[in-house]
T-cell receptor, first 114, second 110 residues
């Protein structure tokens, strides 16, 4: 099966600019996650979708971050305006059933804010 | 507040020997634990998991042990191979949300 697709792979922007990331999960996977991984840290959950509804967005900085999942398939994560501390790898993941069976991550988008 | 801690940033092991990666947690509400492996420029790859009601799970060369009273789990890789060189993340989960440790970089030397 095809994996989780993410684009772009790399992005460099200036602070206060906006940026958007795209994710296409594995076909049929109802649950989609966006994680932020800062250098030297483990991934941190930003938002979890079940189909096109939000399950958990408690750690999403809603003043600047937004995410949507149209028709319960693709998802976009947007940052506006970006800050220097947003420099990180943004990982998208999807799962079919119980998370104990693991979920599949994409390769991520590396964002550098200068 | 780190709910999942991997206190060893790195570990070096000789090929063919056992690799033991350790993880401690503080959240008693975790229902399951997972280990992920990550190569540079790739996303994490699921390796093995264990339910909080079990104390051991084995899959080929990989075994995860859970000690609930000590709030500690470990991943054993036997025998270690050079291709196992990667960053290993421990994660605790409940209701789909995974909380990850900072990772341990494993180097397996030929």
């Amino acid at each position: 099966e095809a994996g989780v697709a993410q684009s772009p792979r790399y992005k460099i922007i200036e602070k206060r600019q906006s940026v958007a990331f795209w994710c296409n999960p594995i076909s049929g996977h109802a649950t989609l996650y966006w994680y932020q991984q800062i250098l030297g840290q483990g991934p941190k959950l930003l938002i979890q979708f079940q189909n096109n509804g939000v399950v958990d967005d408690s750690q999403l900085p809603k003043d600047r971050f937004s995410a949507e999942r149209l028709k319960g398939v693709d998802s976009t994560l947007k940052i506006q305006p970006a800050k220097l501390e947003d420099s990180a790898v943004y990982l998208c993941a999807s799962s079919l059933g119980s998370p104990i069976y693991g979920y599949t991550f994409g390769s991520g988008t590396r964002l550098t804010v200068v | 507040d780190q709910q999942v801690k991997q206190n060893s940033p790195s570990l070096s092991v000789q090929e063919g020997r056992i690799s033991i990666l350790n993880c401690d947690y503080t959240n008693s509400m975790f229902d399951y634990f997972l280990w992920y492996k990550k190569y540079p420029a790739e996303g994490p790859t699921f390796l093995i998991s264990i339910s909080s009601i079990k104390d051991k799970n084995e899959d080929g060369r990989f075994t995860v042990f859970l000690n609930k009273s000590a709030k500690h789990l470990s991943l054993h890789i036997v025998p270690s191979q050079p291709g196992d060189s990667a960053v290993y993340f421990c994660a605790g989960g409940s209701q789909g949300n995974l909380i990850f440790g900072k990772g341990t970089k494993l180097s397996v030397k030929p």
